[in-house]
């Protein structure tokens, strides 16, 4: 068994290696050869001193004729190029639908839609925030941030139960609502051509749900949990090649999905966008994206039941490093 382990462990080294050089020559040779403006020719003719007869046309001469015609590299993974780091902030431009049942330690607890019943705002405009950290070119780490919050005053538009608050239509009521999303996610990128790439993601979800009710005679009814919530899903990205003067922009268009239901909750996300990362400097790219967004939380889990959908339009700007 330790003499297995001990053939086993040089082989793995080996091919790790094997891997890496591989990896470094296949994006030397990319980078030299990424915008080929006519074909190489030999300076020796066919008869020439240094001619070899049929080996004349060499594989890089082919590769090159092929490049020179616009012939795709046929390229499925990212080769490796390093490091780079973005920071950005996105208004978002939300409106807020659904209803609401949570439910006090004995029970009690109506549907209570949050517009309608509620008297929370449909519209209303946050400001979120993230960081990706991209390695190797195609794995990125990400974190966002975002802060959610709505607050109304009116009069209870029916007869409930918001946990344990007993209402009656025609109450003067102060409703409060607060989701606070913590995201921590890991996308996976595909290179498909040079102007496509598509891969999964996964993210794992943090929201901080506070929820209050309060009569205009001081009485009030709060409610507060963690929910914690993975989801999986995919994304892919347009980057066209040939824009003309435009191409100095980068413009891109970008898509996002993912669901998963978990101990009782759906939570599903998607957007979709279009955007230019222009370069600032050698060292620094700016962007601005503009896009729609939708965000569902869907289900029942202890004393909370949701159908909450968040949407709209958004505006992404950022930097990279």
């Not at 190029?81 to 607890?109: N, Q, W």
């Not at 102007?195 to 993601?201: A, K, R, T, V």
Request: proline letters at 5%; hydrophobic letters at 40%.
């Amino acid at each position: 068994m330790i003499a297995g382990e001990k053939t086993r462990i040089p082989c793995a080294l080996l091919a790790v290696v094997l891997v890496v050089v591989w990896t470094g020559l296949a994006s030397a040779w990319d980078k030299k050869n990424r915008q080929p403006v006519k074909v190489r020719v030999s300076g020796a003719g066919a008869s020439g001193p240094f001619s070899s007869g049929p080996r004349y046309v060499s594989e890089r001469d082919a590769y090159e004729w092929g490049a020179a015609a616009g012939a795709s590299r046929g390229a499925i993974f990212c080769p490796k190029r390093g490091y780079s780091f973005a920071i950005g902030m996105v208004p978002f431009f939300s409106t807020l639908t659904g209803f609401t049942r949570v439910s006090s330690k004995g029970g009690e607890g109506t549907f209570m839609q949050l517009n309608g019943h509620l008297r929370l705002p449909s519209e209303n405009t946050f400001w979120e925030f993230y960081t990706h950290l991209r390695m190797w070119d195609k794995v990125s780490v990400r974190f966002n941030y975002r802060p959610w919050n709505w607050s109304g005053t009116g009069h209870a538009g029916t007869d409930g139960n918001f946990a344990g608050l007993a209402l009656t239509r025609g109450d003067a009521i102060n409703s409060d609502l607060s989701i606070a999303n913590f995201e921590l996610g890991a996308d996976y990128d595909v290179l498909f051509g040079r102007d496509l790439i598509i891969g999964p993601h996964a993210d794992f979800h943090i929201i901080k749900w506070n929820q209050r009710v309060a009569k205009i005679d001081g009485t009030a009814s709060d409610y507060a949990s963690t929910l914690l919530q993975p989801s999986i899903g995919a994304h892919i990205r347009y980057e066209p090649l040939n824009t003309g003067y435009f191409s100095w922009f980068n413009p891109y268009l970008e898509g996002r999905f993912d669901w998963m239901s978990f101990n009782g909750l759906a939570l599903s996300t998607w957007d979709f966008g279009a955007g230019v990362a222009p370069p600032f400097s050698r060292n620094v790219d700016g962007g601005v994206k503009v896009g729609y967004r939708q965000w569902k939380l869907d289900g029942i889990r202890k004393r909370l039941l949701s159908d909450v959908q968040v949407e709209g339009p958004f505006v992404d700007f950022n930097l990279r490093f």
